[in-house]
């Protein structure tokens, strides 16, 4: 069943891409005005249509059943549309038609409740993280001044005690209390001992001899433990690579795109998924907190493999339309 819903992931994720890629871009912005409120319509229900079953398994109550679909994750939906209706606000305070304190306002509409959403009542710290991150990378390319930045990291230095004792659960401290001190619960860092062990195994070219190392959850969040076992130091090696060519060249795009929207959109989306792949790998490593985090188009899950090729597609649509306006102007 696993591999089934995969594969119909795939597919649908490939139409998809296909798709987006192929649109007009004056279609770009309704679409992501669609995908923004439809995550939000879709997290909305989930007090009615969420999966108790999933939320107990993995302590966060992300997951809608679908009838006919199975299991989905709106708040992955989230973070392309959410990323998608910002760039355009943040276009829209660069060419004056927004003033500062409109725009503001506008990006804190857009953002505060998809926070709210993910954070409180998802109880979904790692997702979290990456829409703060995306909306950071997104804000730092409109241009915020340098000191503002520093003030905004020294607010958070400073409200770390606070974070630590009134917003972080138990578990959430023990984890980062076992990444700072390996010996801290050796039952709380069981998975990452376990997938050190497996990377560890695979050596060179991989572990021939049949006798793995059991990984919890092995198939999602710590798939490149298994990359790391079956294949050794050529296939992660080779992952990483991939997965740095890949952002290097999204962020390329971003830089050459001429409208702002479609630069803070491209930015944005790199931005996610170089989160999921910083994070993953040093999750695996020990480097990081567990957070959660997929590894793209490598993990195990219909919503992520799904959204990671809706990304892809306005990745794609953004490139051929660039491409298409150089050809033009020659």
């Known amino acids: 069943r696993n591999i089934l819903t995969q594969a119909i992931s795939i597919l649908l994720g490939l139409i998809a891409l296909a798709v987006l890629s192929l649109l007009e871009q004056s279609f770009i912005y309704p679409v992501g005005i669609f995908l923004h409120g439809l995550s939000l319509l879709m997290q909305a229900l989930l007090p009615v249509f969420g999966s108790p079953e999933l939320a107990a398994k993995t302590g966060s109550n992300a997951w809608l059943i679908l009838p006919g679909i199975g299991s989905f994750q709106p708040s992955e939906l989230s973070k392309i ?12 305070m660069k060419t004056k038609k927004y003033s500062l304190k409109r ?54 230095v400073i409200s770390v005690p606070l974070l630590w004792n009134f917003a972080l659960k138990s578990y959430q401290q023990t984890r980062i209390l076992s990444l700072l001190y390996p010996n801290y619960d ?13 990377i560890a195994a695979g050596g060179l070219s991989g572990n021939r001899s049949g006798d793995y190392v059991h990984v919890p959850v092995q198939e999602s969040d710590f798939i490149f433990s298994a990359v790391g076992e079956y294949m050794g130091l050529v296939g992660t090696s080779l992952l990483i690579l991939l997965a740095a060519v890949f952002l290097i060249r999204a962020f390329y795009l971003a830089s050459k795109m001429q409208r702002p929207a479609y630069k803070y959109m491209a930015a944005g989306i790199a931005a996610v998924f170089a989160f ?8 695996n490593l020990g480097l990081m907190p567990v957070t959660g985090i997929p590894l793209p188009f490598v993990s195990q899950g219909g919503t992520a493999m799904l959204v990671n090729f809706l990304s892809l597609g306005i990745l794609m649509n953004l490139s051929v339309n660039r491409n298409f306006e150089l050809t033009m102007e020659r």
Request: charged share 10%; proline share 1%; net charge negative.
């Open 103 to 156: 725009g503001v306002l506008y990006l804190l509409l857009l953002l505060l409740p998809q926070l709210g959403l993910i954070l409180v009542y998802e109880d979904d710290l790692g997702t979290g993280m990456v829409v703060v991150f995306m909306a950071a990378v997104m804000i730092f390319i409109w241009g915020i001044k340098l000191r503002y930045v520093f003030l905004i990291i020294s607010a958070g």
């Open 81 to 92: 549309g959410l990323c998608m209706a910002m760039a355009y606000v943040l276009e829209r």
């Open 276 to 283: 999921h792949y910083v994070e993953n790998i040093c999750m």
């Open 186 to 198: 050796t039952d709380a860092t069981y998975n990452v001992t376990q997938a050190k062990l497996a």
